[in-house]
């Protein structure tokens, strides 16, 4: 059986996409996507350099434009804090009394939680909203008047 050097570039590319799904690495993607262009150069006659040059040239290119594309993205809150990870977060609750230290008890879901004063200033009795969530703990600010 006699392989083509097109067939060389489309298994390298299948083998490309296999690690990148038991690894997640979504950057071999873009490096199977330079294997499929020496593929295509492949088929179009082009010579083994000019092969080289459009894996090089297409996986290079998608994945600089892969990397400068994350890098420009806007990084998501961390996960205490993230409303898309914690539904907790954006809540309100009513504070009765505050402790000396910033801590309280509050009720929230039918259950007697934990909280601290997460806001500027002192803080104070009245409608306050969860800013986050550590543990069993919830991280409170005073809402703002309507």
Known sequence: MDFS???????????????????????????????TAAAVAAHAGAGFTAQIIAAAVVGGGATAAWHVRRARA??????????????????????????????????YRGAAWS?????PGAPAPGEHEIVSVHGNELDLVATRAA
């Not at 050097?5 to 979504?26: H, I, K, N, R, Y």
């Not at 909280?115 to 806001?119: D, S, T, V």
């Open 5 to 35: 050097a097109s067939t060389m570039w489309w298994v390298a590319a299948g083998l490309l996409v296999a690690a990148e799904l038991l690894t997640g690495t979504f950057y071999l993607l873009m490096l199977a996507l330079g294997c």
């Open 74 to 107: 806007p990084r998501s809150a961390p996960a205490e804090s993230n409303r898309d990870v914690n539904l907790d977060i954006g809540q309100r609750v009513t504070v009765d009394t505050w402790g000396a230290d910033g801590r309280t008890r509050v009720h």
């Open 115 to 119: 909280a601290r004063h997460a806001g």
